[in-house]
């Protein structure tokens, strides 16, 4: 899998918008973007996935740069409740099934 | 409805014990994975299944780990003659197909502590 670079911890003032960038330059045509958090020792919960296009859900939105070397995960009202670590990983699409590969991550702390 | 489930939520026991940890995916995800979690990192793939078919081992550390998912729903981790290296949240994830574009859904993780 291609690898990710994040920064290892940001803040954000509780009600503004948090953007975690992500840089996967070696990405491939078919590998997809995801994003995961996780709370304390809670199990990573998924929050987004995008191929080419940005995508939003009720939780988040992904902006993937047109070039896809790179990518940004926005939280548009941060609450104190999405203090975590968050994890951008790229992941190869094929039909078999591949696992996810997770580096280090960005530990978000929402300030009040 | 339901999430993934593991069991037990916490297991301690002596170094040279078999241990087994339970997975219940969500119903009806073909795809079951295992992660391993020291710690302050991130999880590491251990194994997978489509099904009750093991797609991939290529995680599991050494042969005193192995898997089954025999019926192709509830998985067992089973780790024998455990060692203190061993201990770590182990997390189980399903997905409803393999492929890339499906998103995993993670469980609570079993704690192993081995004394």
């Known amino acids: 899998d291609a690898k990710t670079t994040q920064p290892p911890s940001m803040d954000c003032a509780e009600g503004r918008a948090a953007n975690l960038p992500c840089n996967h330059s070696t990405i491939s045509g078919n590998e997809y973007v995801y994003w995961y958090r996780q709370i304390h020792s809670q199990g990573p919960q998924y929050i987004i996935h995008?191929?080419?296009n940005n995508e939003t859900n009720e939780m988040a939105s992904l902006i993937i740069t047109e070039d896809r070397k790179s990518s940004t995960l926005i939280l548009p009202h941060a609450t104190l409740r999405d203090t975590a670590v968050y994890y951008c990983?790229?992941?190869?699409?094929?039909?078999?099934?591949?696992?996810?590969?997770f580096g280090p991550g960005t530990r978000l702390s929402v300030l009040p | 409805g339901a999430g993934v489930s593991q069991s037990p939520r916490y297991k301690v026991t002596k170094r040279g014990q078999d241990v087994a940890l339970r997975c219940d995916p969500i119903s009806g995800h073909v795809s079951l994975y295992w992660y391993r979690q020291a710690l302050g990192q991130g999880p590491e793939f251990l194994t997978y299944f489509n099904y009750e078919a093991q797609q991939d081992k290529s995680g599991l550390p050494n042969d005193r780990f192995s898997a089954e998912r025999p019926e192709g729903s509830i998985s067992t981790l089973t780790i024998q003659r455990t060692e203190q290296r061993d201990s770590a949240m182990y997390r189980c994830a399903s997905s409803l197909f393999s492929g890339a574009s499906y998103e995993q859904y993670f469980g609570p993780g079993t704690r192993l502590t081995v004394t």
């Open positions: 995008g191929l080419k």
């Open positions: 990983i790229v992941r190869v699409g094929d039909n078999y099934g591949q696992n996810f590969v």
